[in-house]
């Protein structure tokens, strides 16, 4: 090819990329360009953080099968085997999987409320990058010289960046407020062979409503906390004998005692409530006539609240701060007026049923059976009730061996006992 060809086909090559220069691109044109001129490490951040978010609105994180709606321990420890270790913090507990960079936080119940992933690939985030893709968080938080993004998702879940001071994500959690409160709700326990099909289905009901409702009155105790301790209540008393005989034992086993009296008895037996003061016992409202309360005007139910707390401050020289409503019975308005009137209400979580199958044997094994850590046990000490006293001596030692500490109420829930 001679130098004049070179020149033509020079020229020709000039003319066209001129006029392709000049041609409008489209936008997808216009589109690739942009992506091919943005780094390369902001698309792959891009990518994380949409797999990211991904997952935290169905309650996980990335490489973790577990969710914070409905998974538990110990599903966790079946597949993973047991954590490198547990931490308590605050009242739940974080177990740490190292191998897997995760660490998963769990109530008492074992509903798991936090997974905590650790990746080492979440470290080439930055908090930049993470408003570039989700914008303001809606909370930010600063702890321990690390700052925290808070996203609220649906479901009460809250997606968390843990931002160190080189504004990398040093790890991000996804967190289940609701779970996270880590209520330690147990449910009422004891059976008895003497009860018609019909009044055990109707019990086991009640149960089950009366737990519910405490746990949506703050003021309405089932049970007290996860601890190796346990209250021993005594119901409908006091009397001339099973009442005096229970003290005794009590104080024979140094163990303390929680009798909830009428106000009619006390008033007829004032010495045996002092007795149960004196030796250090906690002498507590049962009302004053052992009528249902709910069936009440709020004017009547302050009566009776009133009257048997004026009794036993006549005695004692101090009135209780806690009572127990009859039968159990308990609805909002003699919630809100126990309140009124300075009362927590406290129920049980054990029911020996020593007024249905009333032999000391059974009462025995309705505590053995079923005790667990913060049990609120009920038994009675009215003259009828001659069984409760003659199982106490085995119910305490039987608790005693298996490591329980029997306390009074105002030590087991941490609330005043007297006004």
Known sequence: MNKKSILVIGMLFTLLTACHADTPASSDQLQQREDRLQPKESNVAADLLNRVMEKADSG???????????SKIDEVKAEWGEPDQIDQAGQGFYATYQNKNFALGFNEAGEIFDVRSYAKELNEITSVQIEERFGQPDHLREA?????????LDQKIELKFIISKEEAVHHLSVFNSERAKDEYVLDIKGESSQLSASAWESMKEWRKQIVSFAQKNKNVYINGPNKKQVALTFDDGPDGKVTPAIIDILDEYKVKGNFFFLGRNVEVYPEVVKKAYNSGHLVLSHSYNHVELPKLSAKEIQIEIEQAGNSIKSVIGKEPSIIRTPYGETNKQVVEMAQQEGYSVVLWSIDTLDWSQKEASNIVNNVMSHVRNGDIILMHSDAKKTEAAKALPELIEGLQEKGFEMVDLETLLNIEAYQ
Do not use: C, F, K, R
């Open 144 to 152: 321990n010289n690390e700052e925290i993004y808070v996203y609220e």
């Open 60 to 70: 996980m994180t990335l490489g973790s099968p577990y969710n914070v709606l409905d």
